[in-house]
């Protein structure tokens, strides 16, 4: 049962991801998306509602747009956009998100599906990709992502990435080894106790989650991966574009944290 945690050192032959598109983790993970306690899903709502007045105003100059996001999750930012006038679609592959966006947020269009093999469709002003989920994917497919959006754009029009800097990923790879119990929560829904060890390797940190469900004594591993880029291997990623510009956050403050925006225009 312990034989994956204690051979982890090996790294991962394939890109990993946490299983977003599993039912009964996206059912769980729909619950961190909508807590107000955390911002670990999606940020808190008041958060939100600066990032949207941020690129309505900075990057969409007040002028209505069609607009595509990746990765939309519940359909917190759709949602936003939609009531300033502008018309969305959101695409992602959580099911549990997907319903919940549908249901509640019916102003938009939804669609449930893979990022890396959908068709995007074309003539969109905008496309976005936020809470840094671009750097979740290996790079071959951020490629895809990345190209696609491109294919998708009008002339003129802008893909806006919201990304790790190097460091940070650099950062979440030495914060070493952690554990926590819950009663309930995203890995599982009965008690568990989940160990955590996180390292960098060749420019990405590897995450493992191990989680001991004590009820059942069933042990699940999960393995995340974070591709980390310098600002000159974004410009080369974004490379089809005419004009790559990156700011600080997308509350519109010069504080860079975590995350930073890419925006790069067709
Ligand atoms: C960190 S959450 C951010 C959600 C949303 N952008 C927000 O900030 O509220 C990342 C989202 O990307 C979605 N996602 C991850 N990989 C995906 C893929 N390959 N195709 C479609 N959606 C994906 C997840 O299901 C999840 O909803």
């Not at 070493?176 to 060890?197: M, R, V």
């Not at 490379?239 to 956050?249: C, D, G, L, T």
Request: glycine share 6%.
């Amino acid at each position: 049962m312990f034989t994956a945690l204690i051979n982890r050192s090996t790294r991962p032959t394939e890109w990993q991801k946490i299983p977003w598109d599993d039912p009964d983790f996206s059912r769980r993970m729909l619950a961190e998306h909508l807590s107000q306690s955390h911002d670990q899903a999606s940020r808190r709502f008041n958060i939100i509602d600066q990032h949207v007045k941020w690129i309505h105003t900075k990057v969409l100059q007040q002028q209505p747009a069609n607009i595509l996001d990746l990765g939309c999750g519940p359909g917190f930012y759709t949602s936003r956009f939609t009531a300033l006038g502008h018309t969305c679609t959101g695409m992602d592959f959580s099911p549990a998100s997907i319903d919940y966006a549908r249901e509640h947020h019916p102003g938009s269009e939804y669609i449930l599906g893979n990022v890396c093999e959908l068709d995007y469709g074309g003539q969109y002003d905008l496309i976005t990709m936020i809470y840094g989920e671009l750097n979740a994917f290996a790079p071959k497919d951020a490629e895809r992502i990345v190209n696609k959006a491109h294919t998708a754009l009008k002339p003129g029009g802008k893909l806006l990435l919201e990304a790790h800097p190097y460091e940070a990923i650099y950062r979440f790879g030495q914060e070493g080894t952690s554990w926590h119990t819950a009663q309930k929560g995203l890995f599982s829904d009965e008690p568990y106790l989940c160990l955590i060890e996180s390292r960098f390797e060749t420019d990405c940190t590897i995450s493992y989650y191990y989680v001991y469900a004590v009820v059942s004594g069933a042990m699940q591993q999960y393995i995340t991966m974070h591709q980390a880029y310098t600002d000159d291997e974004y410009r080369h990623l974004l490379q089809a574009f005419e004009r790559v510009s990156f700011y600080p956050s997308l509350t519109g403050s010069a504080k860079t944290g975590d995350l930073y925006v890419i925006v790069a225009e067709k």
